[in-house]
């Protein structure tokens, strides 16, 4: 089945405690992506990769950081967690960025205290 | 800046009724436009995609249409169902760009 999974589910932790959150995929998509979505705001692009070892930032990249070594794989890094990254959180992968269907991960709440 | 627009405010219709959701653009030529349904706390899910030099685009009861000189694309669900309510999600593409952005959505509510 195609499918993009995302753990964990659910995160609390506290200001400044490194965490990872992993993003895998199994449809060989050259094209990933990290959202985050916040009430009133919608869908907001932190992070991309267009291929292994290459990626680059969207429209909220501050705090975050993420790597490409393996094509299936794309974590998002938070290495000082603020309150303010409290988030709905979403990994997604396609073929190509526009021109084909995005399948996004099941989600991870994040909660920073 | 580039904007997406969507209807915030939430759409009610009848079981059985034609729904139909608006996505206007500004500063923005996009070569593609996708609609994604999403339910709470779940992740988006791809409806339908259609091109800049198509004009509508049908899958089972649902429609886009795209008019690149008004910027806007409607979206219909005709024989709308209780189970067609979501938030609805429209997201745009350039040909030179590398981001998918989206719109902040509109929450649909069909009542039997």
Same mark, same amino acid.
């Given at each position: 089945?195609?499918?993009?999974?995302?753990?964990?589910?659910?995160?609390?932790? @506290? $200001?400044? %405690?490194?965490?990872?959150?992993?993003?895998?995929?199994?449809?060989?998509? !050259?094209?990933?992506?990290?959202?985050?979505?916040?009430?009133?705001l919608?869908?907001?692009?932190?992070?991309?990769?267009?291929?292994?070892? @290459? $990626?680059? %930032?969207?429209?909220?990249?501050?705090?975050?950081?993420?790597?490409?070594? !393996?094509?299936?794989n794309?974590?998002?890094?938070?290495e000082?967690?603020?309150?303010?990254?409290?988030?709905?959180?979403?990994?997604?992968?396609s073929?190509?960025?526009?021109?084909?269907?995005?399948?996004?991960?099941?989600?991870?709440?994040?909660?920073?205290? | 800046?580039?904007?997406?627009?969507?209807?915030?405010?939430?759409?009610?219709?009848?079981?059985?009724?034609?729904?139909?959701?608006?996505?206007?653009?500004?500063?923005?030529?996009?070569?593609?436009?996708?609609?994604?349904?999403?339910?709470?706390?779940?992740?988006?899910?791809?409806?339908?995609?259609?091109?800049?030099?198509?004009?509508?685009?049908?899958?089972?009861?649902?429609?886009?249409?795209?008019?690149?000189?008004?910027?806007?694309?409607?979206?219909?669900?005709?024989?709308?169902?209780?189970?067609?309510?979501?938030t609805?999600?429209?997201?745009?593409?350039?040909?030179?760009?590398?981001?998918?952005?989206?719109?902040?959505?509109?929450?649909?509510?069909?009542?039997?």
């Open positions: 089945e195609a499918q993009v999974t995302q753990n964990p589910r659910y995160l609390i932790t @506290v $200001t400044g %405690k490194k965490l990872t959150v992993t993003c895998s995929q199994n449809m060989n998509h !050259e094209y990933m992506s990290w959202y985050r979505q916040d009430p009133g919608g869908l907001r692009q932190i992070y991309y990769s267009m291929n292994v070892e @290459v $990626t680059d %930032k969207g429209d909220v990249p501050e705090g975050y950081k993420v790597s490409r070594k !393996e094509k299936r794309f974590p998002l890094i938070l000082s967690p603020s309150p303010n990254q409290t988030s709905l959180y979403f990994c997604a992968s073929l190509a960025p526009g021109d084909t269907e995005a399948f996004f991960g099941q989600g991870t709440r994040l909660t920073v205290v | 800046s580039q904007k997406i627009e969507q209807n915030s405010e939430a759409l009610n219709i009848q079981e059985g009724k034609t729904a139909t959701l608006t996505c206007n653009y500004t500063n923005y030529s996009p070569a593609y436009l996708q609609w994604y349904r999403q339910d709470p706390g779940r992740g988006p899910v791809f409806l339908l995609l259609i091109r800049e030099n198509e004009k509508e685009k049908r899958k089972e009861r649902l429609k886009v249409t795209f008019d690149t000189t008004l910027k806007q694309s409607l979206f219909h669900i005709t024989a709308s169902q209780p189970a067609d309510s979501a609805y999600l429209c997201a745009l593409s350039s040909n030179s760009g590398y981001a998918l952005n989206f719109g902040k959505g509109t929450s649909l509510l069909v009542t039997p």
